[in-house]
């Protein structure tokens, strides 16, 4: 059987153990996760019932500008959800990988969150695509090498063209 790219999805593919950020957390508390982190954005999410739901993204380039605008206008204290871009495009969990390529290559965006039901369930990088591809092209030319019929000597001396 011949492995689909397109039988790869967003659950095959996202990472679940993201950082997520809570919609009231203050901005040093968000600074410090991301630094710690290494990482350049961040969901932000609300407890619903028990639920993650996603409200959008925070990234560094959002908290220099609040940094920049608590120093201008003394407003430290501005909630993260103030700053935070809200609705971002998601995808749902059986989302395939080429759809997800598509949307990036569309787009330029660099993460994409899952969502199923209104719950945050994690995040699809270009990375994680890149890898997904890369494993397909992987496993293609390993079943290609599998199956690949050697030519016996004589049928390739008789080709025709060949003049003898």
Request: glycine content about 4%; overall charge negative; charged content about 30%.
């Amino acid at each position: 059987m011949k492995w689909d790219a397109n039988r790869l999805t967003a659950a095959d593919l996202m990472t679940t153990d993201t950082i997520v950020i809570d919609e009231n957390d203050s901005l040093e508390k968000v600074a410090n996760r991301l630094l710690a982190q290494q990482k350049s954005n961040a969901p932000v999410v609300r407890d619903n019932n028990g639920k993650k739901e996603l409200i959008g993204f925070v990234s560094e380039k959002d908290v220099i500008e609040c940094f920049f605008n608590a120093e201008f206008y003394r407003k430290p204290d501005t909630p993260i959800r103030r700053v935070t871009r809200i609705h971002p495009v998601c995808i749902r969990p059986e989302t395939s990988m080429p759809t997800i390529a598509c949307i990036f290559l569309q787009h330029g965006y660099r993460h994409l969150p899952v969502i199923d039901e209104g719950e945050f369930l994690g995040v699809v990088s270009r990375r994680d695509v890149m890898q997904g591809f890369l494993a397909y092209y992987e496993e293609q030319l390993r079943h290609e090498e599998e199956n690949r019929e050697v030519p016996e000597m004589v049928d390739m001396l008789t080709s025709p063209f060949i003049i003898g």
